[in-house]
């Protein structure tokens, strides 16, 4: 399987900022067994599309209809048409701060495989679920939840990743034990295959949460963890480029 490393880039990016994407996608270059994907603000997707070669430019949220009256949101066709080859769902950021729920998050990701993009569905458990000894099952329960209506022919699962990001190790600079982060990819690779088969096993499972050149390698060397989302060491080349070389 392909590593597949993917930098999350939040409400950060000016158009200034395209010589930071332009010099991540020259570092893709040199790892040619790497699959990188760069999720950018919408405002920076059409131009950055235009001149990476070494990289897919994917958007951070897309809304679940088709089109419509939903004033200030932008459909699948509207980012692919811009240049994005795949959009982030279901992140901890839009869960909480939008209210979204797994069930609206699985029309998403069916929107995005009508449209032929790629989706990275981010699923993790917050603290207090951790604490409890809860996670495992909480987690495999959001990923049911949140892919409830991908359709489940191998075809369509092709662009398909997931994302497990504890919401506790986001920013924070903590990341769970590497046994913990072994056991969680472990029980999703297992909830993939009872889901969708043996396509289940070629589901990419990424890791995300505080994931920095210093941490990186031992956790891409976990079995199970396909790669890596990556958030504060992803806006710059500088801190960014050791995570797709540790890959
Ligand atoms: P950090 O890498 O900044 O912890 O963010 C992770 C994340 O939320 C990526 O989607």
Same mark, same amino acid.
């Given at each position: @399987? ?8 939040? @409400? ?37 599309? /235009?001149?990476?070669?070494?990289? /897919? ?20 066709? @509207?980012?692919? /048409? ?13 869960? %909480?701060?939008?209210? &979204? ?43 049911? &939840?949140?892919? %409830? ?8 699962? &092709? ?5 497990? &990001? ?71 080349? /500088? ?9």
């Amino acid at each position: @399987m392909r590593p597949y490393i993917v930098a999350n880039w939040k @409400m950060h990016g000016l158009m200034a900022d395209i010589n930071e994407v332009m010099a991540i996608d020259n570092a893709a270059a040199k790892f040619d067994h790497v699959d990188v994907g760069i999720g950018l603000p919408a405002t920076l997707i059409h131009t950055a599309s /235009e001149q990476v070669k070494n990289s /897919e430019i994917g958007a951070q949220d897309c809304h679940q209809a088709e089109q419509g009256a939903h004033t200030g949101c932008l459909s699948a066709a @509207m980012l692919s /048409e811009a240049g994005a080859a795949f959009s982030i769902i279901g992140h901890s950021e839009r869960r %909480a701060d939008h209210a &979204e729920t797994s069930r609206l998050i699985a029309q998403k990701a069916l929107t995005l495989q009508n449209a032929s993009m790629g989706a990275i569905l981010c699923i993790g458990e917050d603290l207090a679920t951790r604490q409890s000894g809860a996670a495992l099952d909480f987690v495999a329960g959001q990923l049911v &939840e949140s892919l %409830a209506l991908a359709d489940d022919t191998s075809l369509s699962l &092709e662009r398909l990743t997931i994302a497990y &990001e504890p919401i506790w190790a986001i920013g924070t600079g903590r990341v769970p034990a590497l046994t913990d982060i072994a056991a969680m990819h472990s029980k999703l690779r297992d909830q993939l295959v009872a889901s969708f088969g043996p396509a289940g096993d070629a589901i990419r499972i990424l890791y995300g949460g505080s994931v920095k050149a210093s941490n990186a390698k031992d956790i891409l060397a976990l079995e199970n963890v396909n790669g890596a989302l990556v958030g504060g060491a992803s806006l710059k080349a /500088e801190s960014f480029a050791p995570i797709i070389a540790a890959a």
